[in-house]
Every structure is written in structure tokens, then in C-alpha cells.
């Protein structure tokens, strides 16, 4: 049987080092194998344990795990904020605010911009621009593999 070949998407996202996605890779198979089914609560259950791989990936102290939520939460109430705009006299939804994080000092994070800021600095848009175009791509070659399976 021919051995699968696991890469880290988005260079690992700063979460997983390229040279670990193949480990990190065959122990979620290991964990779909053995819970016949891949999912949060079998992932965490076995990451859980000291001597798991996947045991560093995870924050196991609940006040830091607590405020590293927080964020997440946060995170996720900035994405889902849309506006109306007008483009081609159309009244259309849009995100109201923008991840950047290009450009900022190392362990700043991202910071999240609008509209009127993408038009006023270009290299917001370029980064946008970029994340639109690689996202595209990888959109294109999951409907390939769709096609084809």
C-alpha cells in the first residue's frame, strides 16, 4: 500500500511546522481508524493523553485555554459583521472588516481594516488581493478532486 503523503496547507497556518504535518497527518488517520469517524471530541480525547503526538498542539491549562477562546470568540464576532454597500447601483452584502497581517511586528497578531482603509492603503489590498487569489486556487483544485471522485 502506498503510504499518503501529508503538507501542511497555508504553511501549517502557525499551527502545525511543515516538517510535522505528515506525523500530525497519519495520527488524525490513526484517530479516524480507531473511532471510525474523525472529529473534535475523538481528536481531543486522544490529544488529551501525555504521549500523544498531538499532545503540544493544544493549550492544556484552562485560564490560558480560557483567554485563548476569548479570541477565538472575538475573532469570530469581527468576521461576521457585513454591511450593505452599493456596487454597479446594486445594494450587495459585504464583510464590514478585513484580517491583515502583513506588515506588523512579530507577535502583534493581525489587526482587522474596512473598506474606506483597504482604498487608502494598497498594501491591504494587495495581501486581500493575494488571500482572494489563493483561496480561488484551492477552491478550484477541491472541485476538481470532487469531480473526479
Known amino acids: 500500500m502506498v503510504k499518503k503523503k501529508f ?12 516538517k510535522d504535518a505528515q506525523i500530525v497527518g497519519e495520527e488524525l488517520e490513526t484517530i479516524k481508524t480507531s ?6 471530541s475523538n481528536v481531543l480525547r486522544t490529544a488529551k493523553k501525555k ?4 499532545h503540544t498542539y493544544f493549550e492544556w491549562d484552562d485560564t490560558i485555554a480560557g483567554a485563548k477562546f476569548r ?14 454597500i452599493v ?14 497581517r502583513k506588515g506588523r511586528k512579530k507577535g ?7 473598506l474606506k482603509d483597504i ?16 483561496h480561488l486556487k484551492n477552491t478550484t483544485r477541491f472541485l476538481e ?5
Open 87 to 100: 456596487v454597479n447601483n446594486k445594494e450587495v452584502e459585504a464583510k464590514s472588516f478585513y484580517c491583515i
Open 51 to 54: 504521549n500523544s503526538i498531538l
Open 145 to 149: 478532486m470532487l469531480r473526479t471522485a
Open 35 to 40: 473511532f471510525g469517524e474523525l472529529n473534535i
Open 119 to 134: 482604498k487608502r492603503n494598497s498594501g491591504y489590498k494587495d495581501e486581500l488581493l493575494n488571500n482572494a487569489i489563493a
Open 71 to 84: 479570541e477565538q470568540q472575538a475573532r469570530n464576532l469581527i468576521s461576521c459583521v457585513a454591511e450593505v
Open 108 to 114: 502583534a497578531g493581525a489587526k482587522y481594516v474596512n
Open 7 to 18: 503538507i501542511a496547507r497555508n504553511e501549517g497556518a502557525g499551527i502545525i511546522a511543515r
